[in-house]
């Protein structure tokens, strides 16, 4: 349902475009790794991957949860909530590895959390935290790189910002891209993984800032 949502919404307020390094679906079993700019990616990215055929389960915070109408559609969906900072961290990283064993597709953001910045310009991936390393080198799954930009064209700064700019989209209906990389499989200690995986999804990035155009 979550991206059904997000497959209708985002071409509604942007111009979405993706490229991909393999045809055709994520394999079963894959994590999607991405990077994290704005509130408004998770939506860009489940529309890309929706246009490829893939509906992954998605690692979130567990204060997405919390929201009404958001939490009902989280929690049918099977999606996986983050307890961060909390003792019940580690049980993300398990409801994901189970989901990967049962041949879904799972999405998580290396960075595990949103930039403090506030204007509308892409960066690269900041650094990544280890949650992706371990759940990758643990279950042994491959993990396809994905580079996202133009979101924060759509949501970015303060809270009355992030609504103009939502609010303005569908008139000024900003350009997005998304490019997936070729997958790879993460090895040697966690730290070296950790390495590994950003510089795979900040190539990834830096392919999608090439191929989104500027207006």
Known sequence: MLSRIAAALVPALGRLSVTSEVAGPVAPG???????????DPGVVLAALRRLGTE????????????????????????????????????????????LAAGRVVLIYGEGGLPERRDPHDAEPRAFRTGLARLATASGAPVVPLGQCGARRLSSG???????????????????????????????????????????????????????PRR
Do not use: E, Y
């Open 30 to 40: 894959s994590i999607v790794a991405a990077n994290h700019s704005s509130l408004a």
């Open 56 to 99: 992954p389960v998605v690692m979130a915070t567990a204060g997405l949860w919390r929201v009404p109408l958001l939490g009902r559609v989280l929690r049918a969906g099977g999606h996986i909530p983050v307890h961060r900072g909390t003792a019940r961290a580690a049980t993300a990283l398990d409801s994901a590895a189970a989901a």
């Open 158 to 212: 303060g809270a009355a910002k992030q609504l103009a700019g939502f609010a303005t989209a569908p008139l000024r209906r900003p350009a997005l891209h998304v490019h997936l990389g070729a997958p790879l499989h993460l090895a040697g200690d966690i730290p070296t993984a950790t390495a590994a995986a950003h510089h795979a999804v900040t190539a990834a990035w830096r392919t999608a800032q090439r191929r989104c």
